[in-house]
């Protein structure tokens, strides 16, 4: 069954980093756009970081210069550097990923389950 599974997420104080991870599993033919995104308490869920196969990037405004996503195509897997993270970063994590289980296979939208990232002041 095609998953993805992140890791990474924990306490950190304002100023600190995090490294994130996602790992895609399963039947995957080739992965699309990958990406994370967040959902703090009351908000809804937005785009944090996007990186497409070709490794071209997409920032949300509130975290240029901060966070940097890559990916490793080998590994299937994602990442997301936070670096100088503020209280207003802490929110649930989530990864994304769209992919093909085959060549001819329709592209699906696939989540993992969150990791929660907290930055105290």
């Known amino acids: 069954q095609e998953q993805l599974v992140e890791s990474g997420g924990g306490l950190v104080q304002a100023g600190g980093s995090l490294r994130l991870s996602c790992a895609a599993s399963?039947?995957?033919?080739?992965?699309?756009?990958m990406g994370w995104y967040r959902q703090a308490p009351g908000k809804q869920r937005e785009l944090v970081a996007a990186?497409?196969?070709?490794?071209?990037?997409n920032y949300a405004d509130s975290v240029k210069g901060r966070f940097t996503i890559s990916r490793d195509n080998a590994k299937n897997t994602v990442y997301l550097q936070m670096n100088s993270l503020k209280p207003e970063d802490t929110a649930v994590y989530y990864c994304?990923?769209?992919?093909?289980?085959?060549?001819?296979?329709?592209?699906?939208?696939?989540w993992g389950q969150g990791t929660q990232v907290t930055v105290s002041s």
């Open positions: 994304n990923a769209d992919f093909a289980k085959c060549r001819f296979c329709a592209v699906h939208d696939y």
């Open positions: 990186i497409t196969s070709g490794g071209r990037t």
């Open positions: 399963g039947s995957i033919f080739s992965i699309n756009a």
